[in-house]
């Protein structure tokens, strides 16, 4: 899980470990990297999902959008380039897939590719009922 607030939990999408996938859990690979390379960035997207967590997804474009052309894949966004993809489940939970820099104007059609494939995978693992949440474990 990312945040839990009022409105929504938001949780990021891993994978067993495994030689398919290049990361266990992509958004916090994500996360690790830009929390070291883009601090004040990182520190705008917690702020943002802290938001969200709280309110509900913002109403306002440059923070959240709808990836048009899209079976309900969203981003956020903050001002300097960062991109967490993400989709609903339900009215309570987003899930992210992962994250990226922003490199040009419009989305990455390769990265919305990936959200599309895992949410794809999210939604078979739910119809099937192998669908696990679990908490990270914390290293003492």
């Known amino acids: 899980m990312i945040r839990r607030g009022e409105k929504l939990t938001i949780r990021a999408m891993a994978y067993p470990a495994d030689d398919r996938h290049r990361d266990k859990c992509p958004t916090l690979a994500f996360f690790e990297q830009e929390a070291k390379e883009h601090p004040d960035e990182f520190c705008e997207l917690r702020e943002l999902l ?20 899209t ?8 001002g300097g380039g960062l991109r967490l993809l993400c989709f609903q489940d339900g009215g309570s939970f ?27 995978d999210y939604e078979l693992a739910k119809r099937k009922g192998e669908l696990l949440h679990v908490e990270p474990k914390v290293s003492s």
């Open 94 to 120: 987003i899930i992210c897939t992962h994250g990226t820099v922003k490199k040009r104007q419009k989305a990455d059609p390769e990265e919305i590719k990936r959200a599309a494939r895992m949410k794809a």
């Open 50 to 69: 802290d938001f969200t967590a709280r309110n509900g997804p913002p109403r306002n474009e440059i923070k959240f959008k709808h990836l048009s052309g």
């Open 71 to 78: 079976d309900g894949l969203f981003e956020f966004k903050t």
